[in-house]
């Protein structure tokens, strides 16, 4: 089975330009994770959703950042406009919910250098 | 607000031998999940270890085991018969139970295993 998948693997932009990360969970997983992980600050969640509804973004640094999840099997997180210091790598995870195991599956990540 | 912290930024072990890495958390809850989560230099995050909070005795995986300190908030991770492929940074991390659950991470330790 395909694991979580996400794109671009690897994405140089300059500052000012807007940057879109897309993601795939696995199917049949209900509950989706951003996660952004630089050397400073480990790896902080941005938003979650459940059943495609945003349950919390209070991790989301400023507005600049948004995310959608129009159905079951796609996400994207965008940034707009982007500055440096969003260089990172930006993970997704997916679970499944109701089973409430706990373990999520992540995706490769992307890693986002903004110049 | 649930924390996690691990204060040790590396550490380094022989090949072969056994390795204890640390990690405490903070929560008001009496039902969660605690988590080792593996980082190699691919960037991938793999579950390594799971333990339920409601679970007396400690989980094991091969060569991986917890020691969980519930009254203590400290679960720590027991790598016996390092090997060259266990070279990552390991991320403890924490999730509260409910609809609504979601992961937190500590900061990572980085692991060099030593030929």
């Known amino acids: 089975d395909a694991g979580v998948i996400q794109s671009p693997r690897h994405e140089v932009t300059e500052m000012g330009q807007e940057v879109t990360l897309r993601c795939k969970p696995i199917?049949?997983?209900?509950?989706l994770f951003w996660y952004r992980q630089t050397m400073m600050r480990g790896l902080e969640l941005l938003i979650y959703?459940?059943?495609?509804?945003?349950?919390?973004d209070s991790g989301m640094p400023e507005d600049r950042f948004s995310a959608k999840m129009p159905n079951a099997s796609f996400s994207t997180l965008k940034i707009q406009p982007s500055e440096p210091r969003d260089s990172a790598v930006y993970f997704c995870a997916s679970t499944i919910r109701d089973f409430n195991t706990g373990e999520l599956f992540f995706g490769e990540g992307s890693r986002l250098t903004v110049l | 607000a649930q924390t996690v912290t691990q204060s040790q930024p590396e550490m380094s072990v022989q090949e072969a031998e056994t390795v204890t890495l640390s990690c405490t958390y903070d929560t008001s809850e009496n039902n969660y999940y605690l988590f080792w989560y593996k980082q190699p230099p691919s960037r991938q995050m793999i579950l390594v270890i799971r333990q339920e909070a409601y679970k007396q005795q400690n989980a094991t995986e091969n060569r991986f085991s917890v020691n969980f300190q519930k009254a203590a908030k400290s679960f720590s991770l027991k790598i016996s018969d390092s090997q060259l492929g266990d070279t990552a940074m390991y991320f403890c991390a924490f999730m509260n139970t409910g609809a609504n659950s979601k992961l937190t991470f500590g900061k990572g330790i980085t692991l060099s295993v030593r030929p």
């Open positions: 199917s049949g997983h209900n509950s």
């Open positions: 959703f459940n059943n495609n509804v945003p349950i919390d």
